[in-house]
Structures are given as C-alpha cells and as structure tokens.
C-alpha cells in the first residue's frame, strides 16, 4: 500500500475530500478496547512520526512479514514515513493511541479515479493483539471511507494471517475472499446493514461491561475528601461502605488523619501505597480537576464525583483527565453508586437508605437526579424489591443510561431497568439498546420534561437538553420502554411486574365486594385503555349462585350481598376463565374499626381474613395477573407476601392498579410482535439527491428552502408520487402549462404563486383554485401578482388534484435524536388539531404500521361508516420513503408534505416544503465515548 493521509494543526481535525470534492472532517474521538481500556482514534499527524515508527520497530520479525509480506526493518520505517507524511487526496491513516502512544494504524488509499474503491492496510502493536484495536479502527474507518464516497474496500494477507482474516470476516460487513497463491485477496462493502450494527452493538456491550467493572465491580477503592466533620459527604461515604461490608481494599484520602472511620487515612492520592481502581471524590469543585489527574497519573481505573456541579471550565479539565489516563467517570455532581452483590457489597452513595440486598438482586435503578435516586431506592425497599446495581449519574459526562442498560444486560442478577433521564447523549444508540433490553426485561423510565416548563427546568437541572415530548414517546414506543409520568407511576407498574406474570391482553374482570367501588375501578379501567368485556351469563350463575334481582350479572362482579360467595371464591373461578387476561379485585374495608390487627390499612378496617384469602387464590393461580385494591390501606402500593413466597401487589386507588395493569398490558403487546425490518426500497437514487442538496448549499451556504422545481426532483429522486407541476415565470407560460396539465374537460388548473422565503401558502392568499380555463389563468395570473406588490418570481402551475382524505407527512431533525418522521391530519386541520404520531427514522414496517393507526383519524383510513378504505400500502410507501430521505440528507432540516391526499387508488403529495441547512452526518451507531 502506499496510501498518504492528511494532517493540520493543533486542532487534530484531518479533512478527507469525498467523490464530489467536499472536504469532510475527520475528529478524533475516545472509544473503549474490548478489555475495557480506553484509546484515542485520530487522523495521523507528522508529529506521529517517532511513534509510529516504534510501533513497527517494537513489532516482532514474523508480525513484520505478515504485515509487509517480507522482513526488514525498513518497511517499518518507509510505512511511517507514509502514514505520518503530506496529505494526499484519496487517503486517510487513522491511529489508535493509548496514553498518548500509538497502538494501531489503520489506513485507506483510493484505487480508482473515481474514489469509489480503496485498498486497505491495518497494523496493531504486538502488546494489543486480541483487545479489539484493529476491529475498532475499522470501523471508524468505515465511517470516514463513506463519508468521503468511498463504497468499498480491498485488502490483501498472506494466507497464513489469520489474524487479520479473522478480523475481515467477524466485522460484520458482506465481505468476498479469493485466494491468489500465498495470498488472499478481500473485498469488503461498505454498506452497513442490520447485521453489521448487531456486530457493533454486542462489541459494544463487551467493551462496556469490561470498562464498567473497576467502577461497579472495584476490588479496591479510596475516598478522597474523608475528612472534614460527622457528616461530611466523604466521610459519610467512608461509614457506608464499611456498614455494607465492602468486600475489596478500602482506603482514605484525608491530610492531617491517620484514619477516618477506622479506615486508614493517607494525605493525597500520590501517597496511596497502591493503585485503587476505583476513587469516590468527594471535594469542593474547583479541588476536582488536579485530584482526576493525580488519579489518572497514580492507575485508577474509575472516577465517582460526588458533590457540587462543576463550570465548564471545570467539567473540560476532569473530562480530558478522564480521557487521557482511560478513567470511566461516574458524574460530577453524582449521590455514587452502589453493588449488592455479596462478593462486592459496594455502597459508595450518599443516599439516606443504603439499596435492599438480596439473593439475586432485581431492579437496576440508574438515574440523573439525586433526589429521584433516593426516592426510587426508598420505595423499592418498601417494596421489598432488591436493587441489584445503583447509579446516580449526575451530570453524566461519560458513564449514561447506555451504558448501564448494557452493564443490566449481562450481570446475569437484573431482571428489572428502572431510568430517570432527564436527556439524551445518543438516543438512537439508547433505542437500539433499549429495545434489545427491553427483549429480556421490562424497562421502566420516568418520563420528565414532558412541558414545556419541565424540560426548561430539566435543561437547567442536568446542564442538558431536554427532548420534546413526542420525541421521547416515540422513542419509548419503538424500544419498547414504559414510559410513567411520575415516581409513584413507576413503583406501581414496578410492583405488579416483579410480582405478576405478564397479562396476556386488556380484558380485565373486576371483582368487589361493595357497588360502587366497583364502578370506580371499572371507570379506571376504561380510561386507562383496558377492556372490561361482559361475561356470560353462566359464568355470572356460578359466580353468585342464583342473585337476588337487580344484582350485578355483568362485569364489574358484585359480591356485596348477604350469603353470596367471598370475593376471593370468585377471584379463583375468573382467574380460571379464559376469556379475560387479567383480575382486579377491590376489598373495601367491611371489618369494625379495630377489628383487624392493623397491618393491612388504617386501624385495620380491612377483613384481614379477605385478603388472606386473596392471597391463597393468587398462589393457587401463578399463571393469572390477579391485583387487589385496598382502599383502606396507607400505602399507595404495596406487594402482600404469603408463606409459600407468592407477592400480590396491592394499591390503595384502582386508578394506580389500572395504569400499571395497562403499561404490564402494552408490553405484553410489543413482546408479542416480531421486530420489524427496514424493507428495501426501490426507485431510490440517493447519489443524485446528494449531489442536487450539494449544488443548493453551494449557492446558497446558510441553507434556505428549496424551490419548486428542485423540489419536485428531490422527490422524484425518492419515488415520492407528486401532482404533476409545472414552473411559470410570465403569465404566457402559467397560461400555457394549464392547458397542458388540466386541458382536458372537467379538469381544472390550480395557480400557487412563490417568492423568495415565503412559508405557506394559503395564509398569504397565494393560491388560486378552479381555473377551468385560460382566461381564468391569466386573470389569477395577474390578480396574485398584485396583491403580492411585485415580490412574486412565478408560480406553479398543477391540475386540481382528486378528492380523497387530507394527511400530512414530513420529517424533521432533531439537534439530538436525529431524523424524526411525522404523520396525522393535514390541510387546514394539521395546525390546529394537532393530532400527529411520530417515530424515529429509519422506519421499520412496524413502525410505519404503528404511525397509520396511532393519530384519531386512522378511522378514516380504514372505511369509515361504510366508506372505501385508502391505499394503506402507498401511504406506507411515502412513510418510508421520507425516512430514507431524512436518514441518506443529514442536510434535511425539514420536509413537510401537505397535504397528502389519500385514495383507494393511491396516494399523492399535493404540495411541500423542504428546507436545507449545512449539517453533517452523525453516525450514531459509531462506537466513540462524550
């Protein structure tokens, strides 16, 4: 190979020119080996050079000649010269760098005038075989190749490396091998699918666990900050963990104390006898940074930063010490974090309760707030539910919800994800692992920010974004998160789901021994989308035997009647009936006050002999979602817990019971489906699209809409059906594109004038409709020119489009989430209803499935009151062709089509607007670290 790769200067950004001669940046970025470590992967500068050169001259004589195909030091020293020299077009080297000193190099040279093809080379030092180092240098080099244009790669080894074959063909790319004599001969596409980024998620994952370990696993731990007096955060930490029984080396920073806590104390953290892996920092702020580099420089592996939030200036300093000694970073501004595992026992938290510890653990609870992190460990220990692993992640510079999703997914102890995340770092990476998780155990989040004063407190609270609220339901929907609006919400639905099996639908029967509580719980039933079906009429003989007249034979069961059966009798015999998925039972208090012992509500009003019985049917049925009601209880919910290990969750508002029922229902129901696919599409010319966006923002550099006439071919480029159109510049034209257009009789031509900047067109009066001849097109002609003072440069010219139902569909990009797909009612009704599902691109067919029957008027769609039911598959068609719009243009700010009018015959796009800004592609799948 005799590839070259560009540099700059002090800014380490290398620019790579694609096919169409745009330079591209290429930044450097942190990301994590397979054992954890972290490296720096960057462009190759001429300052590399001695580096480089001591990596090939550190390699072995047979690494040598399996790299250059001969031996010799000097093919060493010539591949530096190369990798390290003058920039050339076509070329980009890329280094992997531990602590500053290069590990691995990974480099590309075009092999044909157009760019299309490159040959590539890979290089890892001896001491990082099998870490992963050459793998995660393809792949960022993968991400910069296509960002440049380039859609494939060559490379060639001798048959006996099998090594970097392996490494070939585990990438997870489609890839062709021939064998040349001693040689081997490779072609890899760089086209990433859905088996490439499996690939890269499991890689993920096991890179992650391994750098989460010291932080959530340490054998040795120092708090600095001990000192200070009863009370202080350091110090409290100190007691904690040995109240825990930390199983590992613990140690105290604290100058001027020879011990803290019966912990032997040393005066900074240069002096510590031996490296700890982990290190609580509990200090003042402006104390942080130099303590994150002493760590950094003495080999601990993990940071917790406790205590204040720190500025910018601050939280820059920490983060790059991190970064530069390969530190994973809990926080700043974290309560810690904790382990219950009986050989860890770690509780490095300033929480007032230290998390339940059980045999198993249960919940793994991760979240940004401090106070939510209390009061979900709290509620759980009320539960008696056990915590598994605890992270309060503060400010959340490095360690994020990612992460612990992915720490949850192989602990082999969590079988439940509690979050509270108030935003994002990289949603659609979230999503991706969210839904893998979510495939093993129910993930639960508390949905903040949903106001628009929420995520203003939220960004204020976390330094932080906050996404808007149908982003994060979209996002929730599709990975199969539970979203609740509240921590009480939470622990409710985390209640029934430790303790019931999974409901297998929405028929709920409700069972109570008064009437009227019955009708409450069936009307929270009803509101909570559950469905109460009516039951047969034999079922309702045997559950209360021959009722007097006027008793309930219907659902609500009513057993609030002298000699008629204990609720719990029919409890069993419904939990037995396979025409509900579910049974609420309400007992309201019927014991005189002070009859009970008062362990199941207020004095113990509640019959303690009822729920005695509840309990024994629930056991009997392990198989049936059975949850009670107690309207006399204390609690909000509470798990009852017999001999034989059966848990009943009971809640004091039916309410509570139905929104848990509901949100155990939902997921029920997207287990049920299979995971959708992103199908092929046909008719797709993204090369020409991409070169029609690059001549816009050529001319116009801050980004702008698009005309009409650009417009219609960007669509035409994604098979987007449109009106047929035409461009008018003069009244002659405008006349002459009508007769052509809608010359036919009965067919009409519609006149829509454009100016520069303007918006929509019918709150400017810019449209004229029913043109049925020329005369009328030339006076609309004329009358829209005036009534625009002269600013009108034309109009489009369209045949009035048939009747059919008015939709809107469009795509926006968000700053954090990327391309977000919406769909609902369109016309004059789109603003003002406001009535639009959305998800996340890429679309899968499930999604686009869930965006037609998700907004009020999917009725519509379907035949509404004996009407025909519209094209659903050209609907689906425009859906998906929008998100791959969005996903191929980083450039696509906006595109709103409306309205879209759909038929029984077909879908059509009446009119649109698209508008561009000069972004950049981010791969959010690309493994880096903040």
Sequence with gaps: MTGTTGATGTTGITETADTAGSARPVRPAHALLADGRTVEIRPARPEDRTGVDGLYERMSPENLRLRFFGSGRELGRQAARRVCGPPRPGSLALLALHEGRPVGIAEYEGEDGAGCTAEVALAVADE??????????????????????????????????????????????????RY????????IRLDPDEHYLAAVDERA?????????????????????????????????????????FTGRLLAVAP?????????????????????????????????????????????????VLGPRLDAGQ?????????????????????????????????????????????????????????????????????????????????????????????????????LALLHLESFGNPRAFSRTAR????RMPVLTVDAGRSEAGRRAAAAHTAAASAPAMTRRALSAQAGVIATHGIGELLDTAALLHSQPLPTGTRVAVVSNAGGAGVLAADACAEAGLTLPRLPDSLTADLLGAPPSGASTANPVDTDRSGGPRPAECVGRLAGYGGVDAVLAVLVPTAPAGGGDGRHGDGGATDEAQVRELLRTASAHPSRTIVAVLPGQAERVR?????????????????????????????????????????????????????????????????????????ARLLDHYGIPHLPQAWAEDEDAAAEAAARLAGRPGERAALKAHWPGRHHRSEEDAVALDLEDEDRVRAAWRDLSARLDGAMTGALVQPMAPRGTELVAGVVQD?????????????????????????????????????????????????HRGGRPVDLEALEQILLRLSRMACDLPELAGADLNPVLARPDGATAVDARVRLLPRRAHDPHLRRLR
């Design 128 to 177: 990082f075989h099998h870490r992963g180092v050459g793998t995660l240098l393809l792949e960022h080099l993968v991400h910069a190749a296509r960002a440049a244009g380039v859609t494939a790669f060559t490379a060639g080894a001798l048959a006996d490396n099998h090594a970097v074959q392996k490494v070939f063909a585990d990438l997870g790319l489609h890839t062709t091998r």
């Design 180 to 187: 040349d004599g001693g040689e081997v001969r490779w072609t």
């Design 205 to 245: 994952r096991t890179a992650d666990a391994a750098s989460l370990r010291p932080l959530l696993r340490p054998r040795s731990l120092v708090v600095v900050g001990a000192g200070g007096p009863e009370g202080a955060a350091g110090r409290a930490v100190l007691r904690g963990l040995r109240r825990a029984g």
């Design 256 to 304: 001027g104390a020879r011990s803290v806590e019966g912990v032997p104390a040393h005066p900074s953290v240069a002096a510590l006898p031996k490296a700890p892996e982990l290190a609580v920092l509990a200090l003042p702020a402006h104390e942080v940074p130099e303590t994150a580099e002493q760590c950094g420089k003495t080999g601990v592996r993990a940071l917790a």
């Design 315 to 415: 939280g820059a300093a920490l983060l790059a010490a991190c970064r530069r000694h390969g530190m994973r970073l809990l926080g700043p501004h974290s309560l810690g974090a904790a382990n219950t595992e009986d050989d860890i026992r770690l509780a490095a938290v300033l929480t007032p309760a230290l998390p339940a510890a059980g045999t198993g653990g249960t919940a793994g609870v991760a979240v940004q707030s401090g106070g939510v992190g209390a009061a979900l460990l709290g509620g759980l220990a009320r539960l008696g539910i056990d915590v598994s692993t605890f992270a309060s992640l503060g400010d959340k510079y490095d360690v994020s919800g990612n992460d612990m999703l992915r720490w949850w997914e192989g602990d082999g102890r969590t079988d």
């Design 436 to 439: 893998r998780v979510s495939r």
């Design 639 to 711: 798990l009852l817990r017999s001999d034989d290990g059966t848990a009943l969750p009971a809640y004091a508002e039916p309410q509570d019971a139905a929104r848990a029922l509901a949100h155990a229902a939902e997921r029920t129901r997207w287990l049920g489906r299979p995971p959708g696919e992103v199908p092929e599409l046909h008719g797709v010319d993204t090369g020409a699209a991409r070169a029609l966006v690059g001549a816009f923002l050529a001319d116009h550099p801050s980004g702008g809409l698009l005309g009409p006439r650009d417009r």
């Design 815 to 863: 700053e954090v989430f990327g391309p977000l797909v919406l769909f609902g009612p369109g016309g004059t009704a789109a603003e003002v209803l406001a009535d639009h599902a959305a998800r996340l691109a890429p679309l899968t067919d499930r999604d686009v499935h869930d965006l037609l029957t998700a907004p009020r008027c999917a009725p519509l769609l379907l035949g």
